[in-house]
């Protein structure tokens, strides 16, 4: 077996390492790494010089040698982290873990409480899934920056993907619903799929059940209610009676 590189792919990974690497990420698929640097994109062919799986994982255990100083490579206890475990770890050490392209190591920054908008740019560019543009939309400083719009608009557009996963609709809807980045004709449109899958309603009745689009009108005897300070009863009928009130009861009865 091969303890080495290609000289090739050695000579490219060491002129790689002197520019300023932001994210790396490896392409099985074609045997390709790519890199993101402040100028843009850089990619890599590998040339194995033995098989595959074997040579991605000596690619893998280099980039972990230089992104996080670990003699032998990538850290084997890394694989059994719990997520919940990078609560400690600062922003300086999840950008380093999206230098040695492997998937969980980006869903550890992902999970991160440390997770800023500018880390979630890189971590999004290495692993553009449901689950972590969830995640991350769940953190307000991404909500607040500029990839709360890009994942918002990555969900939106995914939403078909789901199919009859009601738990995963439910998550996806309400993580875009508490982002607040959401336009007005997005959450009508998300809204209207809840005719043919009442689980997009769901998180509309949790989170915003005083501000669910397309309201019905109020019934007519809601102005004959008059709210009696101090009840909550009274309180409770008027809105109820309210267009917000029996538009939430009608979707609950669906």
């Known amino acids: ?78 694989t059994r982290w719990t997520r919940q475990s990078q609560a400690g770890l600062s922003a300086q050490h999840l950008a380093q873990l999206l230098l040695i392209a492997e998937e969980e190591a980006v869903v550890a920054v992902v999970h991160s409480p440390a997770l800023t908008d500018e880390l979630a740019r890189y971590a999004w560019w290495c692993m553009p899934t449901i689950e972590n543009a969830r995640l991350m939309l769940m953190r307000d400083v991404v909500c607040q920056g500029s990839m709360g719009r890009t994942l918002a608009e990555f969900l939106v557009d995914h939403l078909a993907f789901l199919h009859e996963d009601d738990v995963g609709i439910l998550d996806t809807v309400a993580v875009m619903l508490y982002s607040g980045v959401l336009t007005d004709a997005e959450r009508l449109s998300i809204w209207k799929r809840g005719t043919s899958r009442n689980s997009y309603y ?47 009861i009608a979707t609950t009865a669906t």
Not at 230 to 244: C, T
């Open 1 to 78: 077996m091969n303890d080495e590189l290609s000289p090739e792919d050695e000579l490219r990974l060491n002129v790689l390492f002197n520019t300023e690497l932001k994210a790396v990420r490896i392409d099985e698929s074609n045997m390709t790494l790519w890199a993101l640097t402040p100028q843009g994109e850089a990619s890599v062919p590998l040339k194995p010089n033995e098989r595959s799986d074997r040579y991605l994982k000596r690619v893998r255990e280099l980039l972990s040698g230089h992104a996080l100083g670990s003699p032998g490579g990538y850290p084997v206890h890394l």
């Open 202 to 248: 769901v998180a509309f009745l949790e989170l915003q059940p005083d501000n669910l689009p397309s309201p019905r009108a109020a019934r007519a005897d809601h102005a004959d209610v008059p709210p009696l300070a101090g009840n909550p009863y009274s309180m409770m009928l008027v809105k109820a009676l309210s267009g917000q009130g029996q538009t939430f």
